[in-house]
């Protein structure tokens, strides 16, 4: 390769970075599906280069970034050392990577500093503790800085701290690959008897208001090129009434352009090299063994006792939440929660009571996918959480589709985050 540096896409927000001091890689998903099966790969992974790496790098423990299929790259990924953030004094992603690799740890601790891989270069990282994330800046002498963003969009004042120490590796030519857009639960997983704008207009608009927002994050971070990634996804077993993406790639090109953006976006076998200059080199990665280990369902979902279960657990958190609220103001609220197959109700609970939290009336019904469930508890490579419902295996409806309230905010960061198999259990 020129000059001994380069980043190669595989795929996702899996990419090599090598340079003559390390070669790391990053947030391996190459091939299943991810977040209770709804998502899947858009294309088919390009060949790593390499089979053996000093470093993987994992930025958060979402599925789409940590991801069984991690065992398919090499048999010498098992002499890496991993790189992982300290997001809570759980450490769940701790304990995660610790009960599947027996490999060396290091973990970024506080909210940013940096870790001195050797003599040449140093890894500087900026997490997120609330929305559970991590960014990066490689620093290597004489060559590019590398910033990978994965699915981080904490402040900016807080991740322009990256790279700021003193004994500061300075270098003229710096690379970013950023997300094309805003993740999150999008305006399609959201429904109401609002008809006034559809999915697909929200979705837009939804869209454009993040691009607007990673321009300005672009800007401040300031690299010399910029490089679009981690959006190359499709839906599973989804039925959609518009076509996904609602924005095509020349579109968002251009609306980056309009915002004083030049950006190209990556996809599978691209080559960056050190003047920034790009070559695609695509290598079918044809997987060696069977690595999803989620198909069969051994743990049946008790629907009754998981609703029950899910309500205490609602119910509580409001209590939690007025407690902290300096309201004087009490509104009623009253939602369901419920299950459904194909299309069918299965099983429903109301939740109702007050809270000091303003519109606490606005949400109307969580509604959770059967097959989606049974995905997650059966799955033995994820931290069991509903976070991993949240592109199409959790529907939320409420009063008005354009509008999330505090009530509403609050109260799903909450409820993301328990086990599923200790709600299953009596």
């Not at 280069?49 to 979402?62: R, T």
């Not at 609220?325 to 609970?349: A, G, H, M, P, R």
């Not at 976070?387 to 960061?413: A, S």
């Amino acid at each position: 390769m020129r000059e001994n540096f380069f980043i190669h896409h595989i795929n996702h927000a899996c990419v090599e970075v090598i340079t003559p001091y390390s070669s790391i890689i990053t947030d391996p998903w190459i091939s299943g599906y991810c977040f209770a099966d709804k998502l899947r790969l858009e294309s088919q992974s390009s060949k790593p280069k390499l089979d053996k790496y000093d470093y993987v790098f994992l930025s958060h423990s979402h599925s789409d970034h940590w991801h069984e299929s991690i065992k398919a790259i090499s048999k010498e990924i098992q002499y890496s050392t991993f790189l992982i953030p300290c997001f809570d004094k759980e450490n769940y992603m701790l304990r995660n990577v610790r009960s599947k690799f027996k490999n060396k740890i290091i973990q970024f601790k506080g909210e940013y500093g940096f870790l001195k891989l050797n003599k040449y270069q140093k890894i500087h990282y900026a997490i997120d503790k609330k929305e559970h994330d991590c960014s990066i800046m490689i620093k290597s002498l004489n060559q590019p800085d590398v910033y990978l963003q994965t699915d981080n969009l904490m402040p900016i004042k807080r991740e322009k701290l990256l790279g700021k120490d003193k004994d500061n590796i300075s270098n003229n030519i710096s690379i970013g690959m950023y997300i094309k857009k805003k993740t999150g639960i999008y305006p399609r997983f959201i429904y109401s008897e609002d008809t006034e704008n559809s999915s697909l207009e929200l979705e837009i608009l939804k869209d454009k208001s993040s691009i607007a927002e990673q321009s300005n994050h672009i800007k401040e971070i300031n690299t010399t090129f910029n490089f679009l990634y981690a959006s190359s996804i499709e839906y599973n077993d989804l039925k959609l009434d518009y076509k996904y993406p609602a924005l095509e790639d020349s579109i968002l090109l251009n609306e980056y352009k309009k915002l004083g953006i030049n950006s190209k976006i990556v996809k599978p076998g691209d080559i960056i090299f050190n003047d920034g200059s790009l070559k695609n080199e695509f290598e079918k990665f044809i997987i060696p063994e069977k690595i999803n280990s989620n198909e069969d369902v051994l743990i049946k979902l008790n629907q009754n006792v998981f609703l029950e279960n899910l309500k205490e657990f609602i119910l509580n958190t409001i209590y939690i939440l007025n407690k902290k609220t300096f309201n004087k103001d009490l509104s009623d609220f009253e939602f369901t929660i419920s299950i459904y197959k194909n299309d069918k109700k299965l099983i429903t609970k109301i939740i109702k009571g007050v809270s000091y939290l303003k519109d606490s009336d606005h949400l109307t019904e969580l509604r959770f996918n059967y097959s989606s469930l049974e995905s997650i508890i059966n799955n033995k490579w994820n931290f069991p959480t509903i976070r991993e419902l949240t592109n199409g295996g959790l529907l939320i409806f409420r009063k008005d589709k354009k509008k999330q309230t505090k009530f509403e905010r609050l109260l799903l960061n909450e409820i993301y985050m328990p086990n599923i198999l200790r709600l299953n259990k009596k």
